[in-house]
T-cell receptor, first 114, second 114 residues
């Protein structure tokens, strides 16, 4: 199993450009989430999905779109990048474990918006 | 608003010492409290988790203490080792109703000196 994979690893954008961060998982997990990590802020939930065709907003959804057409893939779209979106982005898939919902994180995408 | 507050922001401990990280939450609907460990350049990984029906959970050198009335929980790392040097995040969720929607604390950067 590859687990959760994310591409690209690094990306530099100019203000106003659009792009899609890719996320895929091969564990057949129903739940998938996108987080951004900023210094001193922890990880903040952007969007999440409880299954194919179902998405919902997290804490910081503005400026981001998602869709979930398959169980495996959960891309994150930035329609018009802004410097405030400079961050490290993590995708996670999750499943109910022994205690609760256990999240498995990808390696992250480091995005810089100039 | 920050629903999960974590302290300290950084922590330096001598090898063999005890590392203690504290978290406080506000939402009484939270029913699942995991801790995640993150090494530089990697995604977070689940370390240990607890439900509010128990006051303590121990796995090896890692222990969660939970105080429901005070809405606080903490991570204790006994016999801390240099390999424990990482960033630790507490988190919380209303797992029964919104499994997979984690709210994270701000993170604690732990450094264990040899």
């Amino acid at each position: 199993n590859a687990g959760v994979t994310q591409t690209p690893k690094f990306q530099v954008l100019k203000t106003g450009q659009s792009m899609t961060l890719q996320c895929a998982q091969d564990m057949n997990h129903e739940y998938m989430s996108w987080y951004r990590q900023d210094p001193g802020m922890g990880l903040r939930l952007i969007h999440y999905s409880v299954g194919a065709g179902i998405t919902d907003q997290g804490e910081v959804p503005n400026g981001y779109n998602v869709s979930r057409s398959t169980t495996e893939d959960f891309p994150l779209r930035l329609l018009s990048a802004a410097p405030s979106q400079t961050s490290v982005y993590f995708c996670a898939s999750s499943v109910q474990g022994r205690v609760g919902n256990e999240q498995f994180f990808g390696p992250g995408t480091r995005l810089t918006v100039l | 608003q920050q629903q999960v507050k974590q302290s300290p922001q950084s922590l330096i401990v001598q090898k063999g010492g005890i590392s203690i990280i504290n978290c406080a939450y506000e939402n009484t609907a939270f029913d699942y409290f995991p801790w995640y460990q993150q090494f530089p350049g990697k995604g977070p990984a689940l370390l240990i988790a607890i439900r509010p029906d128990v006051s303590e959970k121990k796995e090896g050198r890692f222990t969660i203490s939970f105080n429901k009335s005070a809405k606080q929980f903490s991570l204790h790392i006994m016999d801390s080792q240099p390999g424990d040097s990482a960033t630790y995040f507490c988190a919380a969720s209303d797992d029964y109703n919104q499994g997979g929607k984690l709210i994270f604390g701000q993170g604690t950067e732990l450094s264990v000196k040899p």
